[in-house]
């Protein structure tokens, strides 16, 4: 394991011709997933990446340790489903020591979390995502074609029971599940779990996206005070991609990720390296930077480093940059193995 970062001292950071540095990474572990959403997976026959193209821990180690050196403070498992790889405590474990490292956290759909979670929380793992689109178990099966939401519900109080800081993650796609709004409001207030409602992105490999489907955050705002419950917005850091607000007259959180009404591109602050360790300084591009060629070619933390460096500094505006190019459209690229 690479628990020492070496090299960090006098190392240059990432910054962009924009003057944004990352300070999160989310490493995609793999692009598999033992759920099928319908607004993430493709349809059909899946083809995933084969056994030899995807990081082995140690790779995965090694490079976050140079991200760090690099000025990333956050770190975040994601996937297709981080908890399908086997012995992934290890993975935490190396991770959790790194030296210069603030915090680790997951995203999961939480259909495994509760069996793994002592284990994790041992490992060093700080917070988790849990992923929940409905409260409705039936629903639940035609979203993610698997029949879990008992899991799911018995994750999240697994996760609290264990200490982990817990979040909650709703794609709000119109027609699907946006009746269920002030549902889920109610719960965030009446459990303490903060819900944060994400707006329907066009990196499904679906293709199923359409502007129609998208509902803005400002739209569920007004939905949710026509149904009687008022929000408060909290301080919110630029930075942070969740707009936050607490309700008035009583507890609890929500938040909104509003990527398609608001972008945030102009204060963005992370990174992304795919399972099959492709460097992606914006969700849009599509991934070309292959840092695992340049491991497997044996080049040095170093020559790594500054190849980081160089692709940072051409990442692009963003969304913002992008729509005066060309129109948004469905499966842009693939949540399963960007990650979020
Ligand atoms: N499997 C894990 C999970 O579902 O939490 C981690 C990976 S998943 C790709 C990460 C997050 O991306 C989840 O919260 C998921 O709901 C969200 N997501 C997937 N496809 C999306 C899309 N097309 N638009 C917006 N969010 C999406
Ligand atoms: Fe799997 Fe997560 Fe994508 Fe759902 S959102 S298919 S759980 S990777």
Known sequence: MFDK????????????????????????????????CVYCMPSGKISLYPKNEILSYEEIQRLATIFVG?????IRLTGGE??????????????SKI???KSLGMTTNGLLFS?????????????????????KPDRFKSITRVDGFSQVLSSLQTAREEGFE?????????????????????????????????????????HIWDLSLVVTKEEMLRRLYQNGIEVLPLN?????????????????SIGFIPSMSEPFCGACDRVRLTSDGKFLTCLFEKPSNDIK????????????????????????????????????????????????
């Open 293 to 340: 060629q340049l491991l497997r070619m044996g080049k040095s933390d170093k020559v790594i480093a500054d190849y980081l460096i160089d692709c940072y500094r051409k990442k692009p505006l963003g969304l913002v940059g992008l729509l005066e190019h060309k129109p948004i459209r469905s499966g842009m690229n693939l949540m399963n193995t960007i990650g979020g």
């Open 82 to 95: 981080p908890l399908v790889r086997p012995e992934i405590e290890k993975l935490i474990s190396g991770l």
């Open 236 to 252: 919110n850091r630029l930075s942070d991609p969740a707009r936050l607000y607490s309700f008035k007259g009583r507890g609890g």
């Open 166 to 206: 817990v979040k909650i993650n709703t794609v709000i796609i119109r027609g699907q599940n946006d009746d269920e709004l002030v549902d889920f409001a109610q719960f965030a207030s009446n459990t303490g779990y903060p819900v944060r409602f994400i707006e329907f992105m066009p990196l499904d490999g679906s």
């Open 70 to 74: 690099l000025g990333v403070e956050k």
């Open 115 to 135: 069996q793994k979670a002592a284990q994790l929380k041992a490992a060093g793992l700080q917070s988790i995502n849990i992923s929940l689109d409905t409260l």
């Open 5 to 36: 970062n070496d090299f960090a001292t006098n190392q240059p950071k990432l910054i962009d011709r924009f003057n944004r540095f990352p300070q999160k990474l989310r490493l995609s572990i793999t692009d598999k997933c033992n759920m099928h």
């Open 99 to 101: 030296a210069g490292l």
